[in-house]
Nanobody, 123 residues
Framework: QVQLVESGGGLVQAGGSLRLSCAAS????????MGWFRQAPGKERKFVAA????????LYADSVKGRFTISRDNGKNTVYLQMNSLKPEDTAVYYC????????????????WGQGTQVTVSS
């Protein structure tokens, strides 16, 4: 049974930073791409960042490029999202997801999802 557990969300002022973590279990973590998505109230779940199994390929949504960094530690079965220079429009529930062998921006390429962690950025 695959489990993804996010942590690290919270309330932060605009311009601040947070680091999200996602601990994975139940499958060979190092074989699969991982992604972060977010969903604001009343809106669709949207792609934020993705990383290949090796960490050699990283993809970002235009809205977070230069501010967010995705990384992974295969020894710890954990993927991270470092979020800097946060803006109020970054407020959302953030979900991590485990995909296939291809690094993808599409939510439908991800098979397993965490329960989400709330990030709130105040102005």
């Amino acid at each position: 049974q695959v489990q993804l557990v996010e942590s690290g969300g919270g309330l932060v002022q605009a311009g601040g930073s947070l680091r999200l973590s996602c601990a994975a279990s139940g499958r060979t973590f190092s074989r699969y791409a991982m992604g972060w998505f977010r969903q604001a109230p009343g809106k669709e779940r949207k792609f934020v960042a993705a990383i290949s199994w090796s960490g050699g390929t990283r993809l970002y949504a235009d809205s977070v490029k230069g501010r967010f960094t995705i990384s992974r530690d295969n020894g710890k079965n954990t993927v991270y999202l470092q979020m800097n220079s946060l803006k109020p429009e970054d407020t959302a529930v953030y979900y991590c997801a485990s995909g296939g062998t291809t690094t993808s921006l599409r939510r439908y390429d991800y098979d397993y999802w965490g329960q989400g962690t709330q990030v709130t950025v105040s102005s």
